[in-house]
């Protein structure tokens, strides 16, 4: 079964209540100034931040112009946070946000990443699946990385995009049966 | 279990994420069904690769440290509410002295939804369905035309009219990779509503959208457009 073979990297976001309240408690810290507490939950969080940024856009070099415009945000908008979700799903949330008003601004202006640029230490052997992702839109593009490539489930990913989960599964249809397609179309 | 339905569940079934009795049925239906087995083994290439493909890339040194600019102060000065005031009062002498037919231009929307022109010719399209879409095109109510009732004589369903384009965008801020359609399929189905650009070619710049709807026995109809319009010619509402 694929389900089986998605990769659940340590991106799940359901923490103990103990992971939660130090975070929290980090949250809190930050939002008081201490700059400190905000680094530890940066250098936590920011694998997957980036990988998010990076697999949605397509070039380290956006992705990392990403990551950094996300976690400053995030810095600066601490008040908004309110604990209800983990901290990754509110950054997850900023980070496709800021991603997908990118993609839209690179579409309008012509500009369109076609296939991933590899830094050196990255296989090329999915080539193919990285073109195909590429080719779709940016909602449909966000629903598989961060449902194949983060291992969030339906409920993580409704806290992460901010709607409901019922429409998480609509729009994870949508993008496997368009990924589907695309995928077929560069085979031919 | 018929074909169309097995087609709507695929990604879900090969997935592992159907209820086991539907599964059941669903697999029961593609051994005996060449083209949804073709479809199923399709899906499983695909989905496949897309869960076996890499997925945590190293993060590049330049992340080692986070640097966060330090915000600018806002500046106040007593100027800027003296200068706001006189702004508005500006505004409101403009609406109130300015002359009738003026007054009355319609405000367009600040981003207008884009609209994209189809070929009739070019258009790929689903059974029973067309799509001409037309920027600006608007179709008073009034000008509405019904689809002719069915006579009972088994032939096409004839193609739904276009309704009205864009004036979603009065009623809420659209994404710009909106498109607002609406077809009138006749009789008690409810014209459908927004659909949105499904994915965009790079090479060619053609566009693909789709749009779901339910009909009046609430089965889900499919439509999806292929069109080769440029995507440097999707444009505004106005011609």
Not at chain 2, 26 to 40: T, V
Not at chain 2, 124 to 138: L, S, T
Not at chain 2, 212 to 233: C, H, K, L, P, W
């Amino acid at each position: 079964m694929l389900r089986q073979m998605r990769k659940t990297s340590e991106s799940m976001l359901e923490l103990t209540v103990g992971q939660h309240d130090e975070e929290l408690s980090l949250v809190r810290q930050a939002r008081d100034g201490e700059r400190a507490a905000f680094d530890v939950l940066f250098q936590r969080h920011k694998p997957f931040i980036y990988n998010v940024c990076y697999r949605m856009l397509g070039s380290a070099e956006d992705a990392v112009d990403a990551t950094q415009s996300a976690f400053i945000q995030a810095y600066r908008g601490l008040k908004g946070f309110r604990g209800d979700a983990s901290f990754r799903s509110w950054l997850y949330r900023i980070a496709v946000n800021l991603c997908t008003s990118t993609l839209r601004q690179q579409m309008r202006r012509g500009e369109v990443q076609l296939e991933m640029d590899y830094p050196g230490h990255e296989s090329r052997s999915d080539d193919r699946v990285w073109e195909t992702i590429l080719g779709l839109l940016p909602d449909l593009r966000s629903a598989l990385v961060l449902f194949y490539f983060q291992g969030l489930s339906c409920r993580d990913m409704a806290a992460a995009l901010g709607c409901s989960e019922g429409a998480v599964r609509t729009r994870l249809h949508r993008a496997r049966s368009a990924f589907k397609r695309k995928f077929k179309e560069l085979e031919a | 279990m018929n074909c169309r339905r097995i087609t709507k569940i695929l990604p879900e079934l090969v997935s592992g994420e159907l209820d086991e009795r539907i599964a059941q049925m669903a697999e029961d239906h593609i051994s005996g069904c060449a083209s949804c087995a073709a479809e199923r083994a399709e899906y499983d290439v695909a989905l496949g690769a897309l869960a076996r493909a890499n997925s945590m890339a190293e993060v590049p040194p330049a992340l080692d440290v986070l640097r966060i600019p330090e915000e600018r102060p806002v500046r106040r000065s007593w100027l800027q509410p003296a200068f706001a005031t006189l702004a508005a009062a500006a505004v409101l002498a403009l609406v109130f002295l300015m002359p009738q037919p003026f007054r009355r231009t319609p405000v367009t929307p600040a981003n207008p939804p884009r609209i994209a022109q189809v070929k009739p010719d070019q258009a790929k399209v689903a059974p029973n369905h067309a799509d001409i879409v037309q920027p600006g095109v608007k179709v008073a109510k009034s000008e509405r035309r019904r689809l002719p009732a069915k006579s009972g004589v088994s032939q096409p369903a004839p193609a739904p009219e276009l309704l009205y384009a864009d004036t979603v965008a009065e009623t809420k801020p659209l994404e710009s990779s909106a498109i607002v359609v609406a077809y009138d399929f006749g009789g008690d189905t409810p014209p459908s509503s927004a659909m949105e650009i499904e994915s965009t070619d790079p090479e060619t710049g053609s566009v693909s959208v789709c749009n779901y709807s339910r009909d009046s026995e609430g089965r889900e109809r499919v439509i999806e457009m292929t069109s080769n319009v440029r995507a440097d010619s999707i444009g505004g509402t106005q011609p």
